[in-house]
């Protein structure tokens, strides 16, 4: 992925914008990624200072030297660098060290050390050459790395996924990220959520009026300390938001040194994948294999449901359990890597009549009671702290298959024919300070407070 420096844009009213390639400059640079390919391929096996003299001579030739090395690094990911040596340097050295030391020791203060006889005495321990000791010592250094294998592709679509990568570099920047996506299918909109969940992006999703799903992204610069895991993490979702049919995104930035406050757009529609599914978490998968152990009329699979409650917000939950002999459901989405914040929104879910029954597991660091959703409701907080239970995830399961659903509740004069409220509303991020009051159970059971 390229980094900030190597991104072709320009400032204009504070926005920045890419600079994009034209039909020269396309053709130019389908000559500088065959030339790099060329010199990757051909380096395999060798050391890494040779490959970078060569790709240094492109570079240095190219009329556009910005676009040579940001293709460079490109081509640079597709290699697989590493210092693999025989023996381990620091032992070499050490070896080398105080055989020299003790040479000086024992020999003449008017005679020069013999680093020849050092090193050959070193190889002689060892059952190595002393080319090959020389070489050896400093065999971690960058230089010494050896260019293991290169992973091919067509210089044309390597030039292709230069714009995608400079629009990552530009998010890396970002504060915040709005994105407006529809699809022609709910299987799509299911596959972009639960990719921005297993990613982890702190991130919301609400309606549109107008169809498809508006979300928000928390960028690496929102956070307390700039995240390069998190950036990472960001720029991994761009792929999947330009698989949709229809997609805009605006960002706000911070770029440059002084970090300027410049805003970011880009828009499209669909373009060929690779053909790669998201998968599931870790941590779920590590779940429904323990759940396969557990004996029990509750099947898990995971979900395909979108869950939606009109004007007040959606969840995309990881399983469904399935009862094997009443055929009842009961949903689990996982949020234990998200903010306190998230936790209280999905209970203002439960709260409002979403119209599923669903456990929410939350990791214990969030500090957050189970007790804040009612034994009325259809909804149930389980609380875990390194890894979940499959016996105790399962006993709410099975309370929740108790408890009968009401029927959601008609919409309210402020939501229109969408069932939307005012787009200017967000009630997918904003928490009110204080809970709202109820007469099944009074709000200081809340033990876990509200805030974020």
Same mark, same amino acid.
Request: aromatic share 6%; proline share 6%; net charge negative.
């Given at each position: 992925?390229?980094?900030?420096?190597?991104?072709?844009?320009?400032?204009?009213?504070?926005?920045?914008?890419?600079?994009?390639?034209?039909?020269?400059?396309?053709?130019?640079?389908?000559?500088?990624?065959?030339?790099?390919?060329?010199?990757?391929?051909?380096?395999?096996?060798?050391?890494?200072?040779?490959?970078?003299?060569?790709?240094?001579?492109?570079?240095?030739?190219?009329?556009?030297?910005?676009?040579?090395?940001?293709?460079?690094?490109?081509?640079?990911?597709?290699?697989?660098?590493?210092?693999?040596?025989?023996?381990?340097?620091? !032992? +070499?050295? %050490?070896?080398?060290? &105080?055989? #020299?030391? $003790? *040479?000086?020791? @024992?020999?003449?203060? /008017?005679? !020069? +050390?013999? %680093?020849?006889?050092? &090193?050959? #005495?070193? $190889? *002689?321990?060892? @059952?190595?050459?002393? /080319?090959?000791?020389?070489?050896?010592?400093?065999?971690?250094?960058?230089? $010494?790395?050896?260019?293991?294998?290169?992973?091919?592709?067509?210089?044309?679509?390597?030039?292709?996924?230069?714009?995608? $990568?400079?629009?990552?570099?530009?998010?890396?920047?970002?504060?915040?990220?709005?994105?407006?996506?529809?699809?022609?299918?709910?299987?799509?909109?299911?596959?972009?959520?639960?990719?921005?969940?297993?990613?982890?992006?702190?991130?919301?999703i609400r309606g549109r009026a107008a169809g498809g799903y508006h979300i928000e992204i928390d960028g690496p610069f929102s956070l307390f300390e700039s995240s390069t895991r998190y950036g990472l993490q960001l720029a991994m979702a761009?792929?999947?938001?330009?698989?949709?049919?229809?997609?805009s995104l605006s960002a706000d930035l911070r770029w440059g040194t002084a970090r300027t406050a410049l805003t970011f757009a880009l828009a499209g529609g669909r373009v060929a994948d690779d053909g790669a599914a998201?998968?599931?978490?870790?941590?779920?998968?590590?779940?429904?294999?323990?759940?396969?152990?557990?004996?029990?009329?509750?099947?898990?699979?995971?979900?395909?449901?979108?869950?939606?409650?009109?004007?007040?917000?959606?969840?995309?939950?990881?399983?469904?359990?399935?009862?094997?002999?009443?055929?009842?459901?009961?949903?689990?989405?996982?949020?234990?890597?998200?903010?306190?914040?998230?936790?209280?929104?999905?209970?203002?879910?439960?709260?409002?009549?979403?119209?599923?029954?669903?456990?929410?597991?939350?990791?214990?660091?969030?500090?957050?009671?189970?007790?804040?959703?009612?034994?009325?409701?259809?909804?149930?907080?389980?609380?875990?702290?390194?890894?979940?239970?499959?016996?105790?995830?399962?006993?709410?399961?099975?309370?929740?298959?108790?408890?009968?659903?009401?029927?959601?509740?008609?919409?309210?004069?402020?939501?229109?024919?969408?069932?939307?409220?005012?787009?200017?509303?967000?009630?997918?991020?904003?928490?009110?300070?204080?809970?709202?009051?109820?007469?099944?159970?009074?709000?200081?059971?809340?033990?876990?407070?509200?805030?974020?």
């Amino acid at each position: 992925m390229l980094t900030a420096d190597l991104v072709r844009a320009r400032r204009h009213k504070g926005e920045l914008r890419l600079q994009p390639l034209d039909a020269k400059l396309f053709a130019h640079a389908e000559e500088l990624a065959e030339a790099l390919l060329g010199i990757a391929a051909a380096h395999v096996g060798q050391r890494r200072d040779a490959f970078d003299e060569a790709c240094d001579a492109v570079v240095g030739n190219a009329r556009d030297r910005r676009l040579a090395a940001g293709l460079r690094k490109l081509v640079e990911d597709r290699c697989e660098l590493e210092a693999d040596p025989a023996v381990p340097p620091e !032992e +070499l050295r %050490r070896d080398v060290f &105080l055989r #020299a030391a $003790a *040479a000086r020791q @024992g020999g003449d203060d /008017e005679h !020069e +050390l013999d %680093r020849g006889a050092v &090193l050959a #005495a070193v $190889a *002689a321990e060892r @059952g190595m050459t002393v /080319e090959e000791v020389e070489h050896g010592l400093y065999a971690d250094l960058r230089g $010494a790395h050896a260019l293991v294998s290169f992973d091919p592709i067509a210089p044309r679509r390597l030039v292709e996924s230069y714009d995608l $990568a400079q629009a990552q570099a530009v998010l890396l920047r970002a504060v915040r990220i709005r994105v407006d996506v529809e699809c022609a299918s709910p299987g799509a909109y299911r596959l972009l959520f639960r990719k921005l969940k297993f990613l982890r992006l702190l991130h919301s999703i609400r309606g549109r009026a107008a169809g498809g799903y508006h979300i928000e992204i928390d960028g690496p610069f929102s956070l307390f300390e700039s995240s390069t895991r998190y950036g990472l993490q960001l720029a991994m979702a761009l792929p999947a938001i330009r698989e949709c049919d229809r997609w805009s995104l605006s960002a706000d930035l911070r770029w440059g040194t002084a970090r300027t406050a410049l805003t970011f757009a880009l828009a499209g529609g669909r373009v060929a994948d690779d053909g790669a599914a998201a998968r599931l978490p870790d941590e779920i998968d590590a779940l429904l294999r323990g759940l396969a152990e557990v004996d029990t009329p509750w099947q898990a699979a995971p979900a395909d449901a979108v869950l939606d409650l009109p004007g007040v917000g959606l969840c995309v939950p990881d399983l469904v359990f399935t009862h094997q002999g009443t055929g009842e459901c009961v949903y689990l989405e996982v949020l234990g890597y998200w903010s306190r914040a998230a936790v209280w929104r999905r209970v203002e879910l439960v709260e409002q009549g979403l119209g599923e029954r669903i456990v929410f597991a939350v990791g214990k660091h969030l500090r957050v009671s189970e007790e804040v959703l009612g034994d009325d409701l259809p909804g149930a907080l389980y609380a875990y702290k390194r890894t979940m239970s499959p016996k105790a995830l399962l006993e709410r399961v099975e309370m929740l298959s108790q408890v009968r659903v009401a029927p959601r509740p008609a919409p309210a004069d402020d939501i229109d024919d969408a069932g939307l409220r005012d787009p200017s509303e967000d009630p997918l991020r904003d928490c009110p300070p204080e809970p709202r009051s109820r007469t099944r159970r009074s709000a200081p059971r809340r033990t876990g407070g509200r805030g974020p």
